[in-house]
């Protein structure tokens, strides 16, 4: 525990019981713009939140600038799904291809703390083999770095949100700092309907605190996960990362969105970030640029980011930003139980298998799915039956007999596609800048995972003693977008996450994953921030200048 505090004390600097430490948000040091930072970040969600406590706490004097608000979780945040919707990115952007993907309430958001805000809590590892698919199964691509090298940070970020779970026993078998939490109806089901088909199911990995941690309380499993957290149980930046920053002399400019990233064409680096505040665009002088906004925002704001060297947006000399974006195919099915489940009653994530996650070579398909826990809330389950076409009166009687429903959700490894991109679209926002346009469709070996995954989630639910079931395709969770790769014709950033053509500009985001897994991403995605500071602290203290590339 003290080399954990020694890391990151953020659970230590929150109040005891809910609420944020106001004095560390009225006291936080204010950098001039004129006065040239080490490090401005863009976006102060997963990635960018985790990189600003690494940094700051190493003392480089850092700026995060986040679009969103600075939550206050007693006053933004209430118990209630409606009243939840301001928690989304819900600007504009446009979407096409074969398959579009609806974009808003399910796959981003937006405030310090970003998506993680919102997320669900399942803190999953992804599993070596997602390190090197084109080598293992001819599909997808390798990364330019191995599981290996990112089971340390794996570790260090487990212990900091913390994750709770039993001994995991699929990709690189480990334990959870956190004991599993107790399970409701619905993880019951999950696991009885498992058992009865053979497949081994695990309760965890949650990133709730199960038991108090710091000053932050045991979850009281109210089920209100995906609305933010009131009580301060499930992790999120704001209260994992964003703490322990102020703390350590970072400033966080909330309300501020970022347009562009400025570049000095003599010397081929990045000079800092230009953004909207209050109706003014200022410019934040830095020494280097990280950009976070998440997968849709990255390759937004770098194809925005054009100059006479980067007609094209700033590096993609070789077309490569904005492409092999991903989704997760997500299909959820529900069951209904002759008892009362009241899947409300709990964090939405409890129970897991990862049992079809790996390639079988007698499936038609390459790579897996994995299988979860879902809870709708009455909004969302009212989408999930009208979804099956119930309208009207059906509708109505599925909301009253709502008690009686289970729900599991599958996450299905999509596979990058080149022409599945971000693009800039003719319309712009309200501060005249070009939203992105995403371009987005499956390939056969998605459908046939969606259709595998189906059939899996129906025939536990059925073992389990469902009278009906009833299945809903839809995606989940954004990824690629600037991925990283061994080199500049494939990729946009290093396997230390620095761009190939500005050295002293990165990507430390969902948008630099090259394959997905069917595991949730934010774990990750943090774990490899983590990754990128230590590098960047690393070379600072051997001397070797911003801009200079080292491992
Ligand atoms: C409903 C839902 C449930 C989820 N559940 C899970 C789960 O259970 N497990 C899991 O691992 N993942 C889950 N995710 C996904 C996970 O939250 C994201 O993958 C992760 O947070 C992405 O991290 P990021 O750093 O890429 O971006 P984010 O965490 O989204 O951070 C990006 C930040 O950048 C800001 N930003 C964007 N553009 C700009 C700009 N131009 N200027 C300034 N700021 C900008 C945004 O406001 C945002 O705060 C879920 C997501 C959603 C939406
Ligand atoms: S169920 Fe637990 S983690 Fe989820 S919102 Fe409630 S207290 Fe927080």
């Given at each position: 525990?003290?080399t954990l505090?020694s890391r990151n004390?953020?659970?230590?600097?929150?109040?005891?019981?809910?609420?944020?430490?106001?004095?560390?948000?009225?006291?936080?040091?204010?950098?001039?713009?004129?006065?040239?930072?080490?490090?401005?970040?863009?976006?102060?969600?997963a990635g960018g939140a985790t990189l600003l406590q690494r940094l700051?706490r190493a003392?480089?004097?850092?700026?995060?600038?986040?679009?969103?608000?600075?939550?206050?979780?007693?006053?933004?945040?209430?118990?209630?799904?409606?009243?939840?919707?301001?928690?989304?990115?819900?600007?504009?952007?446009?979407?096409?291809?074969?398959?579009?993907?609806?974009?808003?309430?399910?796959?981003?958001?937006?405030?310090?703390?970003?998506?993680m805000?919102?997320?669900?809590?399942?803190t999953p590892r992804f599993h070596p083999?997602d390190f090197?698919?084109?080598?293992?199964?001819?599909?997808?691509?390798?990364w330019p770095l191995e599981y290996a090298e990112l089971r340390e940070f794996y570790e260090d970020i487990e212990g900091e949100l913390p994750v709770?779970?039993?001994?995991w026993?699929?990709g690189d078998?480990h334990s959870y700092p956190?004991?599993?939490?107790?399970?409701?109806?619905?993880?019951?089901?999950?696991?009885?309907?498992?058992?009865?088909?053979?497949?081994?199911?695990?309760?965890?990995p949650?990133a709730?605190?199960?038991?108090?941690?710091?000053?932050?309380?045991?979850?009281?499993?109210?089920?209100?996960?995906?609305?933010?957290?009131?009580?301060?149980?499930?992790a999120?930046p704001?209260?994992t990362h964003?703490?322990d920053?102020?703390?350590?002399?970072?400033?966080?400019?909330?309300?501020?969105?970022?347009?562009?990233?400025?570049?000095?064409?003599?010397?081929?680096?990045?000079?800092?970030?230009?953004?909207?505040?209050?109706?003014?665009?200022?410019?934040?002088?830095?020494?280097?640029?990280a950009?976070a906004?998440?997968?849709?925002?990255?390759?937004?704001?770098?194809?925005?980011?054009?100059?006479?060297?980067?007609?094209?947006?700033?590096?993609?000399?070789?077309?490569?930003?904005?492409?092999?974006?991903?989704?997760?195919?997500?299909?959820?099915?529900?069951?209904?139980?002759?008892?009362?489940?009241?899947?409300?009653?709990?964090?939405?994530?409890?129970?897991?298998?990862?049992?079809?996650?790996?390639?079988?070579?007698?499936?038609?398909?390459?790579?897996?799915?994995?299988?979860?826990?879902?809870?709708?809330?009455?909004?969302?389950?009212?989408?999930?039956?009208?979804?099956?076409?119930?309208?009207?009166?059906?509708?109505?009687?599925?909301?009253?007999?709502?008690?009686?429903?289970?729900?599991?959700?599958?996450?299905?490894?999509?596979?990058?596609?080149?022409?599945?991109?971000?693009?800039?679209?003719?319309?712009?926002?309200?501060?005249?800048?070009?939203?992105?346009?995403?371009?987005?469709?499956?390939?056969?070996?998605?459908?046939?995972?969606?259709?595998?995954?189906?059939?899996?989630?129906?025939?536990?639910?059925?073992?389990?003693?469902?009278?009906?079931?009833?299945?809903?395709?839809?995606?989940?969770?954004?990824?690629?977008?600037?991925?990283m790769?061994?080199?500049?014709?494939?990729?946009?950033v290093?396997r230390n996450l620095r761009?190939?053509?500005?050295?002293?500009?990165l990507?430390t985001d969902g948008?630099v994953l090259?394959?997905?897994g069917?595991a949730n991403p934010a774990l990750t995605i943090m774990a490899l921030a983590a990754r990128a500071a230590r590098v960047l602290i690393r070379?600072?203290?051997?001397?070797?200048?911003?801009?200079?590339?080292?491992d």
């Amino acid at each position: 525990m003290s080399t954990l505090r020694s890391r990151n004390e953020s659970a230590w600097l929150l109040p005891a019981g809910p609420g944020s430490n106001l004095l560390l948000r009225e006291d936080m040091r204010r950098f001039r713009h004129e006065e040239e930072v080490d490090i401005v970040i863009v976006g102060c969600g997963a990635g960018g939140a985790t990189l600003l406590q690494r940094l700051s706490r190493a003392g480089w004097r850092a700026v995060a600038l986040e679009a969103g608000p600075f939550w206050e979780p007693e006053q933004d945040w209430v118990s209630d799904e409606a009243g939840s919707h301001h928690l989304y990115w819900t600007e504009p952007r446009v979407i096409t291809g074969k398959d579009p993907v609806p974009l808003g309430s399910n796959n981003s958001g937006r405030g310090v703390g970003g998506s993680m805000v919102h997320f669900a809590g399942y803190t999953p590892r992804f599993h070596p083999s997602d390190f090197r698919t084109w080598s293992e199964d001819g599909v997808g691509a390798d990364w330019p770095l191995e599981y290996a090298e990112l089971r340390e940070f794996y570790e260090d970020i487990e212990g900091e949100l913390p994750v709770a779970g039993e001994h995991w026993p699929w990709g690189d078998p480990h334990s959870y700092p956190h004991r599993p939490h107790p399970v409701s109806g619905n993880g019951e089901l999950f696991l009885r309907g498992a058992n009865a088909c053979g497949i081994t199911a695990k309760v965890g990995p949650v990133a709730i605190a199960n038991g108090r941690f710091g000053n932050r309380p045991h979850c009281i499993y109210r089920g209100f996960c995906l609305q933010g957290c009131k009580v301060n149980a499930k992790a999120s930046p704001l209260i994992t990362h964003v703490p322990d920053a102020l703390a350590h002399g970072a400033e966080i400019r909330a309300d501020s969105m970022a347009t562009r990233v400025g570049f000095d064409e003599h010397t081929g680096l990045a000079t800092g970030v230009e953004y909207v505040r209050g109706g003014l665009r200022r410019f934040q002088r830095a020494r280097m640029v990280a950009v976070a906004g998440y997968s849709i925002e990255t390759p937004r704001l770098l194809l925005n980011s054009t100059s006479p060297r980067f007609p094209d947006g700033m590096c993609n000399d070789f077309d490569q930003v904005g492409r092999y974006l991903m989704v997760q195919g997500a299909p959820q099915t529900a069951g209904r139980f002759q008892a009362e489940v009241r899947m409300w009653k709990a964090p939405p994530p409890e129970v897991s298998t990862e049992e079809f996650y790996e390639t079988d070579p007698g499936k038609p398909y390459k790579r897996g799915f994995s299988i979860q826990t879902v809870s709708p809330l009455p909004i969302t389950w009212a989408e999930h039956v009208a979804a099956q076409g119930h309208w009207g009166p059906a509708l109505r009687r599925h909301m009253s007999d709502y008690p009686h429903w289970a729900c599991l959700g599958a996450l299905c490894e999509f596979l990058p596609l080149a022409g599945n991109r971000v693009t800039l679209a003719e319309e712009t926002d309200r501060n005249g800048i070009p939203v992105a346009c995403f371009t987005y469709s499956q390939c056969d070996n998605d459908r046939r995972l969606m259709s595998a995954a189906q059939k899996v989630m129906e025939q536990i639910l059925t073992a389990a003693g469902a009278e009906e079931v009833i299945t809903i395709n839809r995606y989940a969770h954004l990824v690629g977008g600037a991925r990283m790769a061994a080199g500049e014709r494939d990729g946009v950033v290093d396997r230390n996450l620095r761009s190939f053509a500005v050295p002293n500009l990165l990507v430390t985001d969902g948008s630099v994953l090259p394959t997905q897994g069917s595991a949730n991403p934010a774990l990750t995605i943090m774990a490899l921030a983590a990754r990128a500071a230590r590098v960047l602290i690393r070379g600072a203290r051997k001397g070797a200048p911003a801009s200079e590339k080292e491992d």
